[in-house]
């Protein structure tokens, strides 16, 4: 099967989607032109509110969503054949995770740029926002724990090699030059993000001038970390990133958030612009098969349902995709036209990638990538098609440090996003309508204990609950579909396009927590598994259940009960 003909038609399905289903969602759901957006009607001295260009918001947006996800979920589902991952990306992608983005974005917008959290709370119930508003803090607290933890490995200089010299151990120091240019390269970023922001929002500097001279001093970052790579320990990083992500939760958006995942945003263009390049050129032959039978060629076994829509998390639907749309990204929403474009064509941006890194290990092959983590698959494959288009050993090599350097950085632009939407949630769980005196809604407060108990997650061993992150991170997708769901209820509008990927999320969410619970089990039964790893998970899975039933009961129960009142009323509620 031909590279090039897959790709060529998933990117023309999902122009396709964009101008009938996409828009079809804007005119059904009411986006009104006219309607000021928070943006505008909030005045928080810009620290959160902010309207912001919709390219610029777009940069952000995609920065934050993307990163490694859609290279990672593709690559590994596999296993399954590469019919079934497309399958799921495109028709994922269209009717499920670009109708969640979009649908996050615009009911946040209408509830004055709040989390999903108080839409949840004003359209279900008060309950299902507590609920809600708990398991997305501590979901994003896993996500800070292992991002911190990635991103300080990531910029690891300095690693400890063991040997034996005439019988006697020694111990030396080795230096890790492309952790280093990774680590120099990210820091040389942010001063560059706070000088684009300051002359475009408050030197009203041109947009495309600023973009072209940000995006060639960009290059001059990348080229400083590879000319100069810093040498540093992982607990070093640490340290320095749980002090630059309080910071950068804190700080307004439009100095160093906003135009850092902007700049950013071009580095992820640039591994889509050359694999797209090396396809065309190449049109590598598909060399895993079609499909590999209901399990999974791998020693798990696993069967595609429910591991196939867990593995593919972003790059399909992720839920962690509803928490920014409805956290940074409606807070900057210059007009409500441009929530189709950042919303609905973001994610839809973020499949195309999902299909091209389905195409890197297709072209390896299962073999070709064997023992390679999923960056390093999609960074070779890259590799070799430049090397087959006839490039130099030097550019090619040089491509592939950039976008594993590119890749890298995207991990601190989801770090630093998840903490500020951590602060959000968690001012918002203790905000009263009474009264705004309340210390813990204080947003300094908020973002210290957020940060602290991200880095105790990450210190204590983030990774012996991190297998039931993909389940959790799909289950947000839940509350987000009954949160836009029972809004467009309860002004008598159509909200059907929400019933089949709620129940579907629901299912698959539920079936492999409820695997993972049977598996620990049997585990602990053996005496083969650890207290603190099978044990632990095997607790935390029990709540985690408990709370998605609830959250599912009371807001299906308010959809269900809002159709009945139209179908007996006819009334629609403006």
């Known amino acids: 099967m031909s590279s090039l003909a897959i790709l060529l038609g998933a990117i023309v399905i999902f122009v396709i989607a964009y101008l009938t289903y996409g828009s079809w969602l804007a005119k059904t759901w009411g986006i009104d ?3 000021e957006t928070p943006a505008h009607t909030i005045d928080d001295g810009g620290v959160d509110y902010v309207p912001a260009k919709a390219p610029v918001l777009l940069g952000h947006h995609f920065a934050s969503i993307a990163g490694a996800g859609p290279i990672n979920g593709p690559i590994q589902a596999a296993v399954f054949g590469w019919v079934p991952v497309f399958l799921w990306i495109v028709i994922g992608g269209i009717f499920f995770g670009a109708v969640q983005d979009f649908s996050a ?44 933890d990635i991103v300080a490995s990531s910029f690891n200089g300095i690693s400890l090699k063991k040997e034996v010299v005439d019988g006697v151990e020694k111990v030396s120091t080795v230096l890790n030059d492309n952790n280093g240019s990774v680590a120099t390269a990210s820091m040389l970023f942010i001063p560059l993000a706070a000088l684009f922001g300051f002359l475009v ?48 939760s804190v700080t307004p958006v439009w100095i160093l958030l906003q135009p850092r ?11 889509m612009i050359a694999a797209i ?42 839920g962690f995709h509803s928490i920014v749309g409805s956290g940074t990204t409606s807070k900057q929403l210059d007009n409500e036209k441009d929530a189709q474009m950042i919303g609905y064509g973001g994610m839809l941006i973020e499949c195309v990638l999902a299909v091209i890194s389905l195409l890197t290990i297709a072209s390896l092959g299962y073999e070709g990538s064997k023992g390679m983590a999923p960056p390093v698959v999609f960074a070779t494959a890259i590799k070799n098609f430049f090397v087959n288009l006839g490039f130099g050993a030097w550019a090619a090599n040089a491509t592939f440090t950039v976008i594993l350097l590119a890749i890298s950085a995207f991990a601190l632009t989801s770090l630093d996003t998840a903490t500020r939407l951590g602060r959000y949630i968690f001012q918002e769980l203790f905000v009263s309508k009474e009264s705004t005196n309340n210390p813990l809604s204080n947003k300094f407060v908020a973002t210290i204990i957020t940060v602290v108990f991200g880095g105790i997650l990450c210190m204590g061993g983030y990774l012996n609950i991190w297998p039931l992150f993909g389940a959790c991170n799909q289950l947000v997708a839940v509350p987000a579909f009954l949160a836009a769901a029972t809004y467009l209820g309860h002004r008598g509008r159509n909200n059907k396009m929400f019933y089949f990927p709620t129940i579907f999320m629901m299912a698959a969410c539920m079936v492999s927590l409820f695997m993972s ?11 083969n598994g650890k207290i603190f790893v099978q044990g632990l998970q095997t607790v935390v899975i029990v709540p985690i259940f408990v709370l998605a039933i609830l959250l599912f009961v009371e807001g299906w129960k308010t959809i269900v009960s809002l159709s009945k009142e139209k179908s007996a009323t006819g009334s629609v509620v403006k």
């Open 517 to 527: 619970f049977i598996a620990n089990v049997k585990i602990l039964a053996s005496g």
């Open 105 to 148: 974005i615009f009911v946040s917008i209408r509830h004055k740029g709040q989390s999903l959290g108080e839409v949840i709370e004003e359209n279900i119930s008060h309950r299902c926002k507590i609920l809600f508003s708990v398991f997305a803090w501590l979901v994003l607290l896993l996500v800070v724990a292992a991002f911190a």
């Open 201 to 248: 929002y408050r030197k009203n500097a041109p947009l495309l001038v600023s973009s072209v001279i940000g995006v060639i001093l960009l290059a001059f970052c990348v080229v400083g970390g590879l000319a100069f790579p810093v040498h540093k320990s992982k607990n070093f990083w640490l340290v320095l990133i749980f002090i630059y992500i309080i910071v950068a």
């Open 261 to 271: 995942d902007y700049l950013n945003s071009f580095l992820l263009y640039f591994m």
């Open 33 to 35: 032109p006219s309607k």
């Open 277 to 318: 390049i090396g396809i065309v050129g190449t049109n590598p032959t598909v060399s895993i098969p079609a499909s590999t039978g209901w399990f999974a060629n791998n020693a798990a076994k696993w069967p595609m349902f429910p591991f196939l829509f867990i593995t593919v998390a972003c790059g399909a639907i992720s």
